[in-house]
């Protein structure tokens, strides 16, 4: 399978997928409205015309980039497509140039699988909470902060070991 770039067609199967596991508490909620007005920092991965993951990079400042909104369909999971979303972040990322990328995640393993490590809350800069206030669970945040330091451009097997991997 291969990661791209979303289109706004695949806005509202995005929707979908993301607060399908927004409702099992598995991640938050994203507005439809959200995901059109920030639709470039999404990558995909399509089954034909069937969206099956998504995933965002969300600039926050000049040395600072998110990982947003990671979703894999339950029947596509545990084939790498996490880690192939994962690793077109970090390379977006050094393409900008971006130095640091976090994550608040409710599944760390994974995150630390692909080479993220735990943090403390406080370790990362204010602005990152700037949408917090609309959070359903502002003030009392539950999830896991983790952060990766880029050095030279890698990505990740599906192993979460440094490689490259062509296909997904």
Known sequence: MKVEKAKITD?????????KFANKGEMLPRA???????IRDYFVVRDGDKLVACVALHVSWSDLAEIKSLAVVE????????????????EEAGELGIPTIFCLTYK?????????????????PRKVWGECYRCPKFPDCDEVP??????????????GEPGTHSEF
């Open 11 to 19: 806005g509202a199967q995005m929707h979908k997928l993301i607060n």
């Open 32 to 38: 439809l409205s959200e995901i059109y007005e920030y």
């Open 75 to 90: 029947g596509s999971q545990q084939q790498g497509i996490g880690t192939g979303l994962v690793n077109k972040c970090i």
């Open 108 to 124: 760390p393993d994974f995150f630390e699988k692909c080479g993220f490590a735990l943090i403390d809350k406080a370790e990362l």
């Open 146 to 159: 983790l952060i990766l330091s880029l050095g030279p451009p890698r990505l990740l097997s599906d192993q």
